[in-house]
């Protein structure tokens, strides 16, 4: 019988950051906390725990230039010429996760 060999698939991310993707919103993270909750971790319930959750995530799916404004990770919006306002990301994330939590 001849010997068979198995060659690794070729790695799919990062991708390439799309202008939009609807995909990844409110509700990606949310789920992604929820597994990790259901997976024995403690809840993500601090908006800053959310913002490097998501961050992560970005980082993980798409390759995208880093914001030249600061070293903490967070990514230009590809779709605004303006890019991301750091504030601006923070207080819709803690926002939607306390209207959430809410409810």
């Known amino acids: 019988m001849p010997e068979t060999t198995t060659t690794a698939p070729e790695r799919v991310y990062p ?6 993707d ?11 906390t929820k597994v990790l909750a259901a997976h ?15 961050q992560a995530l970005f980082n993980f799916l798409y390759a995208a230039p880093k914001c030249e404004e ?8 590809q779709a605004s010429p303006s890019g991301w306002r750091h ?7 803690i926002g939607d996760h306390d209207a959430r939590v809410a409810s």
Do not use: T, W
Not at 15 to 20: I, L, V
């Open 15 to 20: 991708m390439k950051a799309p202008p939009d």
């Open 22 to 32: 609807p995909r990844f919103n409110m509700g990606l993270l949310i789920d992604v």
């Open 40 to 54: 024995g971790y403690p809840p993500v319930s601090h908006g800053l725990d959310l913002v490097e959750l998501q």
């Open 70 to 77: 600061c070293s903490g990770g967070i990514y230009r919006s």
């Open 87 to 93: 504030k601006d990301l923070l207080n819709v994330l």
